[in-house]
């Protein structure tokens, strides 16, 4: 079994839902998945372009995105072969609101991200730069797998989205003097507790990092901690669907990963992975 659960059927900042949510753009998306050999995809919108995400967090960006109506999105959704998902994201002290959010719908999983590290900015849009008047890599890396341990904790989700994604910029961006894996602890040892499965994203290979997420000594401390897996492309675009896993896959073979979670109604299995 291959899936791609972690999808966006627009590109970010554009696309009115009318324009997207159609049968014909999913129709190009399933076809793009069984041209890959994908048996099973999903979509799993950005939480903050519905009006609802405002009841979680008013950043002035997710202020300027939230346009749509999420149940007419899941609504949209249950037309169609995909699964539903959303890609909700963490916001710590917003627990309940979030659990409020998610409550009403049927989704099959909830993708768990943080891209903002609240107002001090995002992660991978410079437009909000987090990196700019931070005080070092080290202080942000902290923060950022201290949060990411939290999402897990929370229990609100089913799978771990791009887990490393505060690398992102690469060589753009400064490195921690630390090992990493000195951040990646408390995050592994809040998986190691909890029912959440770690993305691996070929995302990464597009990004100016130009390497999967998670890396590979993160992936190897999730192995040792008996995690399940997922994989996902996190495509916006049908062309996208499947990036890179040829690539994925044998990351996760070399790690001795066999086994791809699946979801439906919020229930996770695990399929032979391939
Ligand atoms: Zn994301
Ligand atoms: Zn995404």
Known sequence: MLTDYHLHLRPDDVGEADAYFTEENVDRYLAAASEHGIGEIGVSEHVYRFREALEVWRHPFWESQARDDLGEYCAFVR?????????MDFVPGREDAIANLLDPHDFDYVVGSIHFLGDDGALDDSRYDVW????????????????????????LYDVL????????????????ERDPRHYYEPVVEAIAEAEIAVEVSTAGLRKPVGELYPSRA???????????????????????????YERALEFMRELGIERVAVFEQRERRLEPLG
Do not use: N
Not at 79 to 87: A, K, S, V
Not at 161 to 176: Q, S, T
């Open 79 to 87: 037309t169609t072969p995909l699964r539903l998902g959303l890609e």
């Open 132 to 155: 700019e008047g931070s005080d070092g890599a080290d202080a942000l890396w902290g923060r950022y797998f201290q949060w990411l341990a939290e999402l897990v904790r929370s229990g």
């Open 161 to 176: 989205a791009h887990p490393d994604l505060i690398k992102i910029w690469g060589e753009g961006r400064p490195a921690p």
């Open 218 to 244: 993160f992936a190897e401390m999730c192995v040792d901690a008996g995690a399940a897996f997922s994989l996902s492309s996190d495509a916006h675009a049908p062309d996208q669907v499947g990036y890179g």
